[in-house]
């Protein structure tokens, strides 16, 4: 073991099970190991580096920032952060947008402002929230409990009140009294990469409009072009009372947002929420370099990337089936472990993810087409395949 792994099991608290790689450098969708070893990487930083590694644009607009001002408090105004506000709402039809650093950030700050719509119009009482089982909305003690899988709250009692888990029933949701929102990802990142069902979709978002609860969108992983789509909610054909986003936005750097349409633009005031570090201008210029890069010859692109992934695992023995959308997704495994396949393909210089017993793809939205010919060529030889000579 180097002396930097050393370190880390020294100084860093083992919170995460990290595999045996020190990544050292990377550019584009490769990056390098201490060695020098190359790796295509199909992970992204979880979905954070949208414009893989160290893209040269991104670069000079966040050093160019850096030499100008790094922070200041949210008590005055600046450049970047009004900038992207307004390049967020004007490709999303939001109305207004607050910026913190995380996704579960985000998520809080749509809980708070859920709250406080049905607060100031229908008084107290009206405060719960409804998730759906498999969700994952965050690690934060609200979120966490805003998370429906019982796996996942082990250790951590008690919990906030005020949640409500439901089935991906439209009936028992109906059922639930004293809701203001419900929030949802339309596709369950770490739940396994499960795409929500359209019909059910389009059913909770027209209950909700009858009955003035906020519809939230959890677009934390799928949001930024991660789908093909620049948000998700595209896909389904419904524009969200309140969308969540991070990841993607910064290309590399803590960032979160949430977007908020008419009915709730006004709802929260001066001293109801805030953030130190949100709308730091550094991370700001970052964030509007890629909605500069994110057009829709790149949101074609990353469609048919998805596409081509799908049909080159496509009958492979080994795999039952492959889900998601976009650059989002998640391989059902017939045989083998998912951790398993990963340290496999790890070994051969390509890094995949899991999602519950899934093997996880969220590759660089900017990945080229023989980067990915090269990963699933490794993806096939690692799995039991009935035609392993399949290429591009």
């Not at 990377?26 to 390098?32: L, V």
């Not at 201490?34 to 893209?55: F, P, R």
């Not at 059922?175 to 990142?189: D, H, T, W």
């Not at 290309?251 to 109801?272: H, S, Y």
Request: with cysteine; hydrophobic share 35%; glycine share 12%.
């Amino acid at each position: 073991m180097d002396e930097i792994k050393q370190k880390d099991k020294k100084y860093i608290l083992g919170t995460y099970g990290r595999f045996d790689l020190h990544i050292v450098r990377g550019s584009g969708a490769e990056c390098e190991d201490e060695q020098g070893k190359k790796y295509i990487d199909l992970g992204s930083g979880i979905g954070v580096n949208c414009l893989g590694y160290c893209d040269g644009g991104w670069v000079k607009a966040v050093e160019k920032q850096l030499e100008t001002l790094q922070h200041t408090s949210n008590l005055y105004y600046t450049t970047p952060g009004a900038e992207l506000a307004e390049a967020l709402c004007e490709r999303t039809g939001y109305k207004k947008v607050f910026f913190c650093n995380s996704g579960a950030e985000a998520n809080e700050a749509a809980i708070k402002t859920a709250r406080k719509y049905s607060f100031d119009k229908y008084g107290a009482g009206r405060d719960k929230i409804i998730t759906l089982d498999k969700s994952f909305h965050g690690r934060t003690m609200a979120t966490l409990t805003a998370t429906a899988q019982e796996a996942m709250h082990n250790y951590f009692f008690p919990f906030n009140e005020g949640f409500v888990y439901c089935g991906k029933d439209i009936e028992e949701i109906k059922k639930q009294e004293g809701v203001c929102a419900v929030m949802l990802e339309f596709i369950q990142g770490e739940g396994g990469v499960i795409p929500q069902n359209k019909q059910f979709i389009a059913q909770v978002y027209d209950y909700c409009k009858e009955s003035d609860i906020l519809f939230i969108a959890d677009e934390v992983q799928t949001g930024v072009g991660r789908t093909g789509k620049f948000l998700c909610s595209e896909h389904y054909g419904v524009h969200p009372d309140v969308t969540t986003l991070a990841k993607g936005l910064g290309g590399g750097l803590p960032v979160g947002a949430m977007l908020v349409g008419e009915k709730c633009e006004n709802v929260m005031g001066a001293g109801t929420h805030g953030s130190t570090f949100g709308g730091n201008p550094v991370v700001c210029a970052g964030g509007k370099y890629v909605l500069s890069r994110i057009d829709e010859k790149l949101l074609e692109e990353v469609a048919a990337k998805g596409e081509y992934i799908k049909s080159r695992l496509e009958g492979v023995k080994g795999v039952k089936s492959v889900s998601g959308l976009g650059l989002m997704l998640g391989i059902e495994l017939d045989g083998k472990k998912a951790a398993d396949v990963v340290k496999e393909c790890m070994a051969k210089g390509v890094i995949p993810l899991t999602a519950k017993d899934r093997v996880r793809l969220l590759p660089p939205l900017i990945i080229t087409m023989e980067q990915l010919a090269r990963a699933m060529d490794v993806l096939i030889q690692v799995l039991p395949v009935s035609n392993p000579s399949r290429t591009l």
